[in-house]
């Protein structure tokens, strides 16, 4: 794992991620560090340069990764001027994201249907996530993520060791969902 920044640093960069897993997480109310979102390929870290001086989340990868990363000041040059109707439509969603607390993660289904969801819903086959971040964004203790990991993997529809779970059967998978 590598720390890329941390919340509430000046902001000096946007990233691109062009291979691996990033993992976005904000201290609570509680003051803990909880995750929220996860990046993966195709995906950019650090867009609320457009917006604030500050990280809004502390942004760590999950397993070697490729990131190519741009200045504040050339990225801010990409988008072009302030006041055009796109940057000002990107400015306002990235701003209600900053300023939003992560959204915890709501009980909908069993565990196992939630899990099944979650991997249903990236778009990589091959998840690095940490059990402890998954669980997290889940709203679940880790034992409990890991016996719907079991369960799925005893019925075909993934593959788990200790470091990824690979979809096996999406078929399978999307029956669990339901």
């Known amino acids: 794992d590598e720390t890329i920044y941390l919340e509430g640093d000046t902001i000096s960069s946007v990233w691109f991620v062009?291979?691996?897993?990033?993992?976005l997480s904000r201290a609570g109310e509680d003051g803990v560090e909880h995750p929220h979102a996860v990046r993966g390929p195709g995906t950019f870290?650090?867009?609320?340069a457009l917006v604030q001086p500050t990280y809004a989340d502390t942004a760590r990868t999950t397993e070697p990764s490729v990131l190519c990363g741009i200045s504040h000041a050339a990225v801010d040059a990409w988008f072009g001027p302030r006041g055009t109707?796109?940057?000002?439509?990107?400015?306002?969603t990235l701003a209600t994201g900053c300023a939003a607390p992560p959204r915890a993660a709501a009980a909908d289904g069993?565990?196992?249907?939630?899990?099944?969801?979650?991997l249903l819903g990236r778009e990589d086959d091959d998840?690095?996530?940490?059990?402890?971040?998954?669980?997290?964004?889940l709203g679940m203790?880790?034992?409990?993520?890991?016996?719907?990991?079991?369960r799925?993997?005893?019925?075909?529809a993934i593959h788990v060791d200790r470091k990824h779970?690979?979809?096996?059967?999406?078929?399978?998978?999307?029956?669990?969902?339901?």
């Not at 069993?110 to 979650?118: D, E, H």
């Not at 998840?127 to 964004?137: E, F, I, W």
């Not at 203790?141 to 079991?150: C, D, G, Q, W």
């Open 110 to 118: 069993t565990s196992v249907q939630r899990v099944a969801r979650w």
């Open 18 to 23: 062009k291979r691996g897993t990033v993992v």
């Open 85 to 92: 109707p796109a940057r000002m439509a990107l400015e306002v």
């Open 165 to 178: 779970v690979a979809i096996r059967d999406r078929d399978a998978l999307a029956q669990h969902a339901r």
């Open 127 to 137: 998840h690095h996530v940490p059990r402890t971040v998954m669980a997290s964004l």
């Open 152 to 156: 799925l993997g005893r019925d075909g």
């Open 141 to 150: 203790v880790p034992e409990t993520l890991s016996r719907a990991l079991a």
């Open 45 to 48: 870290v650090g867009l609320e």
